[in-house]
């Protein structure tokens, strides 16, 4: 019913950048809170950056001034810009939405090396 589509992940330099795209269908996505996460190798899945229906952001602190979450209602997509990319960047990238429910995209992955 609900579906998240992530595209963009690949492999980088570091200094690099990567789009990360999510298309969403199956939900009110003008009124969904929109998200992305990502979980490296052996550690937990963690929040990277949030975006509210009314264009309010927050990101974590290991993003801030290299990240850039946005939203384009009309197409029903969330994005994640993502400049200067480190190796510690390194992670699956997972969409998320919150309406009542909270629904997961399949993760794309993103390496950055040195």
């Known amino acids: 019913q609900v579906q998240l589509v992530e595209s963009g992940g690949g492999s980088v330099q570091a200094g690099g950048s990567l789009r990360l795209s999510c298309a969403a269908s199956?939900?009110?996505?003008?009124?969904?809170?929109m998200g992305w996460y990502r979980q490296a190798p052996g550690k937990d899945r963690e929040s990277v950056a949030r975006i509210n229906s009314g264009g309010f952001t927050n990101y974590a602190d290991s993003v801030k001034g290299r990240f850039t979450i946005s939203r384009d209602n009309a197409e029903a997509t969330v994005y994640l810009q993502m400049n200067s990319l480190k190796p510690e960047d390194t992670a699956v990238y997972y969409c998320h939405a919150i309406y009542y429910n909270d629904y997961w995209g399949q993760g794309t992955q993103v390496t950055v090396s040195s």
């Open positions: 199956g939900i009110p996505f003008r009124i969904a809170a």
